[in-house]
């Protein structure tokens, strides 16, 4: 499975000589830049729910009368609930979501899961995480070895907007993760004798010399256009005050700035709700829904609302019945939400067989293999095949030919 | 032609201010001014002796040493990584400090895993002690250390079930490199390997978990153990050619030349693998004298953090220190994998970048004492400054469009000296060593 | 090699000069009563403009002085002050003191006397956004005539005055009064009695342009004068903050109108919302037996319905132990509140973000006290006053002293008397239990040294406690013994037998529900010394319906107490600790990390006893801190 160090040092090499065009004056290296198609300018934005997200009290089944038996205390009301169909519906709190689920940029898949699902948050976060269901030591995670897929590049490919450790999704055997959760450590921009000094020309630069050049040019314009972007921020459009909120700001920001990431990844945590359940869950999905709807409205008057798909995703779901203490327990297959121009909006994988649950908890219907294996077929350009070891089923949530896709 | 042949300095090599900075930089961290004279002044032959010999620590150095065991009975592994990082900033002995550094990426152990300061300090120390003595004593320790047998499961590893994670990285990371070892031969070697655990911290053979029955490695067939196993690997011909092409790609720069590689191995086999040896024979070599090598490699984020530091003659909080170097990629006591760190161009991208040039910033701009570094050295007018600057960052190569940069400098000497050094220590070249 | 220039701690310097002033026999009652501060002769706000920000005076400075000497000169024998006073920046000044001294006749405390005064005042004005306030101060000496033989000294120094005249190059009269400029940007002026500097010109020349009309100064702003007649005749000091004015200049940027964090937000909401609608704030300092007392006063009008929670009712509060009678205590921290009442109004009180981190916790807390409903079973039993004990705590020899060595806490949480919920005590006792399975199952999980869980009796109450397993049954959380010694132990540590053990075992919880009480301590020790203290007077009268007994009082507000003595032990303990924090962090050498620590710890020597009592009543919010001194420098242990 592994690539050894030397066959890989001969591979980033090689690569490294293709990226370095020996010579390449800075304006020139700007202009070809500036030149990247389109269809390599897709984002894709990873919004972790921590803890296990309770699926049934996000989209709910509102129409079937064992989620109200289930969960006497627990349940939405039917005429509570935001109406996707004549089945499902979103918790009252979403209405930013619905909103953009009714701009046709919101797709649901439901009952996504894997097989013999583990109840452990550490294990099936890492099953999540690696995209294998068996225990191995895996040492990368999907997204990480989606990176190494990739040509070795002087723009991190992976960026983490959180104040978290690094998820084992972003773990890569060959590019560096940056981990930021303020913009503030890239808003310094180098004074301008700095940038000069980087700029100015070299006589007989080395292949090495120049790659470091380049890098250093790359940041010293990024961070004078975040400082741009920053100071020219739309006033148009209003976040609530969720953490959550601040990280997607940061986000739409950085893609705004072009900094360069594919792939940005951010975190809400606190969903592990064994117990009043009332008191959280519902501030919890309001923090998701409004500021991702924020993040939406922000993307589109920034002008690069085609360039992001976001998803969501969580270790596990939970159990359908709720427990002595006004929550739930831990459980198996939840919805995922998608949004973007990228996805084919409405409704997939269909309803929560409460009927016929396994082990009390929601069958799963859809491999999360398989809506990763969309993503990163169909947004990112990278071979599913070879990343997700063989899985190469698509869950067919995103449109054909997407604007910004590959 | 003998690449590793003595350098001896000549007209066309000199031994000056760029050679022994160069030196300095390969054996250690970017020098002050005053570790550059000193060499200087007693020749390229003396200071590499004295590089491999080790001076005497300096008191602080003692002093930081004392106080890890401390830190690691908290399980404070922050604590550590600080620690380790200021000891590199108060060491006389550089080269023990970057050997030391090199081990813990060549037999990469996460704390991630292991979980234990106290483990990690105990790792730390082994390389430590081994920094330039036998590979193949450190060899053995490695296989016999706490950390590392939980990081690769040793304990584990039971007659009947083995375990074949260590035996695998002993042959593909450690020792002979993927292609020169069969399937069979890990599976063998494993069963060598049972019943070598760990407990409360130190090594413990378990009797009834080892296997000891008669194995095939490598081509020898025997009651073999874990030492007869380790004692096949240093016998391989490639063992000593990946060590030494490891060794030269630290030294010298990545993609060493094969003939070289050859050469070195074939000393180190001579030699029973004496890693202060090859290290010397390296360092004191004509080929790192060679153009070609001069800003080859691209300084690791310690390499460049602790440089600064040193050369700055600054004082710097260790959390600090600690925290810009692993936002910079490197995070001690944690690498990425097994494998260590890629190293060289993985290691900067616009983000790393970006955090480099944040820390050139806050050393030259807020931490360090300019006014003291020119009184020290005398340094009473804005060209003095300029000058000084030039040479301790850039050997005095400074390009030229730079040149012209640092002369609209002006003000009094402590000002333009921080002032050039901000442009230099941002530079490209500056990110090389 | 290296510069380790690392500079002091500021904070540490003040503690310093701040320990000196106080090491002093109360001066109050030594002096001479005080002249009304409004009226009568010419006070130093006769020479400040109206339109300050910050104003701060010095009553008597040189009798203070006088006062002092003694103490003083003797402190800057010790080795503390030797330390402080070694360094450059304070020499330098000391030996133009000494020479300014000479030079006029008369010792370096008369001529130190001279130039403060009989009073002395600060003010701070503000230029504009952006730029470096201006700041002005008052001089009012008593001896005008030594004063102007010392300014006189110094203007030929600083070549303002040659041959008895002055230099017209850097000098200008002003209404009548010369003003000389010192570089870089310092104007200062003599009038009438008082000295005036300044690093703003224009505001030096209103002040002398106002002089003759007397309006336009400070002396008889209404707001001012007003605030001024809270101030007590014995003031040793008093400060002023125009808070209103302050906002003003803010403006949008002014303080954020909730705190951003929920432990924050429930600690000092109250105040913040005090601090933030009133128009000033006046402190001031008066002297106390063997120590003085500083208050502060923020008037506003009363705290809206939303904040009732942090003014609880009296009547619903509890009684308090003296807890300083604990053996061995550090310090206790008391806050008055309304929980219940501040986890209902949380979102008019926090954040969106610091109001979701309460939610979160309020559902854990619930989680790990399994079927025990955090907000609605637990809060509303909860009475006023929560209370936080720290005292210090023995180690078992099996454990080994953990480093660093903290003291043991305990969280006393009075409870209603008739609990709104059925078998309330009982569902207490059984969720504390399985927190603390809980707990140590994490703890297991982690690697980490675990507990033993015990049920046991004291006082004729049930208690939890835990007690660590023996350690060496844990991996890796000792060193192996060729690596921890003898390098790796300081020369003096004390107890050189124990090998260091791991800081978690400082954290042993026990907990225990008392019938009006529930108490969490994390020493068994300290668990049942609290027991003991709670139930002490109950006992007594076998009623817990008798008014609070002797040792027992009923309080409100909040108070935060801190034993020197047991502060000063704690730090010994941890010395090394400390040192190595120095080290590492400060990038210093053993031998200066050690001197700064012992420096503080001996000027911690001098100090006895700090209080702080917060409180706001109506619409004022006060706070009171009380710094006692010992009677002599302790230097026992």
Known sequence: MATTRREFLRHTAGAALLATSPALPGF????????TPERERSVLVVVQLSGGNDGLNTVV?????????????????????LRLDDGLGLHPEMVALKELYDDGLLGVINNVGYPRPDRSHFRSMDIWHTAVTEPEDVACGWLGRAADRKPASDVPYLMQVDDAALPLALKSERTLVPSIDRLETFADRPEEAVEAAVRAPRADASDDLQFVQRVSLNACRQAARIREVASAESPGVDYPGFRLAARLRQIARLIAADFGPRVYYTSLGGFDTHSQQVLTHPRLLRELAGSVGAFFADLRARGVLDRVLLMTFSEFGRRVAENGSRGTDHGAAAPMLLAGVGVQAGLHGGVPELAALEAGDVPYRVDFRSVYADVLGGWLGVPAGEVLSGVTARAGVLRRGGSASH | MDALRPFEPSAARPWDHAAASHLLRRAGFAPSALEVARALERGPARTVAELVDGAEESPRHVELDEIGATLAVRDDIAGLRGWWLLRMVHTRRPLHARMALFWHDWFATSNEKVGSAALMLQQLRTFERHALGRFGDLVRAVSQDPAMIVWLDGDENVRGRPNENYARELFELFTLGVGNYSETDVREAARAFTGWHQRQGRFHFVEGAHDAGEKTVLGTRGRLDGDDVIELALRQSACAARLARGLLAELLGPEPPEELVRTLGGRLRATDYDVADAVRTVLGGAELFDGRWYR????????????????????VPAQSLAQAVSEMGQRLFEPPSVKGWDGHRAWLNSATMMVRMNGARRAV????????????????????????????????????????LLADASGPPHEVLRSALLVLMSSPEYQMA | MRSSATPMHLPLLLVALGGVLLTRPAVGQKQPPAKPRVTGTVTAAAYLPADVLFTATLSAPDRQLAALRPRLASF????AAAAILARQELAQGRLMLFGLAGSVGVDVWKALGAVLGREAAIAVRSRGPGQAPAVMLVLLPREPELFDRLLENVHGLAGLRSEGKPNEARSTVEHGVRVYAAPPNAFHCRVDDALLLSNDRPMLLEVLAARGSGSGLLASAKRYAGALVRVPQNALAWAWLDAKRLRELAGETGLPDRIDNPLGGLLFGGWWEMLRKSDDWLA???????GVAV???????????????????????????DWSSLDGFVGELRLSRDWHDLFAQREALLTLSASSD??????TVSTLFGGLDFIHDVLPQVRPPLQLVAAEQKFSDAVGVPTPRLPAFALIAPLRADPTVPGLPQRLDSGSLMALSLINLDLAQKGQPAYMLDVQRHAGQRIFVTRFADPSATMGMRMAPDDASPAGRAPDDPEPDKPPASVRYNFAPATAVLPEHFVIATSTDLLREVIDALTDGDEQGGNTAVPASAGKVRATGDRLRLDAAGLRRLLLENREALVINRMLEEDRSRESAETEIDVALELLARFAELSLVADIAGDTATARLEIHMRRSPANEE
């Open chain 2, 365 to 404: 701009q807020g931490g360090f004492d300019a006014e003291a570094l020119c009184g020290r050295y005398g340094l009473d007018s804005a060209a003095a400054a300029r000058e000084f600057a030039a040479r301790l960052a850039l050997d005095g190569r400074v390009p030229d469009a730079l040149r012209g």
């Open chain 1, 28 to 35: 020139l290296a700007r202009t070809a830049r500036a030149a």
């Open chain 2, 296 to 315: 080859a490699r691209i300084k690791s984020p310690v390499e460049f953090a602790v440089g600064v530091v040193r050369s700055l003659e600054m004082g």
């Open chain 1, 61 to 81: 089944p509102y129409r079937d009368d064992a989620y109200y038996r289930l969960r006497p205390t627990l349940a939405v009301p039917p005429d509570d609930v």
């Open chain 3, 295 to 321: 208050r502060v006063q923020a008037a506003a009008e009363a705290l809206p319905g939303t904040h009732a929670g942090f003014v609880p009712d009296a009547r619903r509060t509890s009684t308090v132990p």
């Open chain 3, 358 to 363: 309460l939610a979160n916790f309020a559902t």
């Open chain 3, 76 to 79: 800057a024998e010790e080795p």
């Open chain 3, 284 to 290: 001031w300092m008066t002297p106390v037996s063997n």
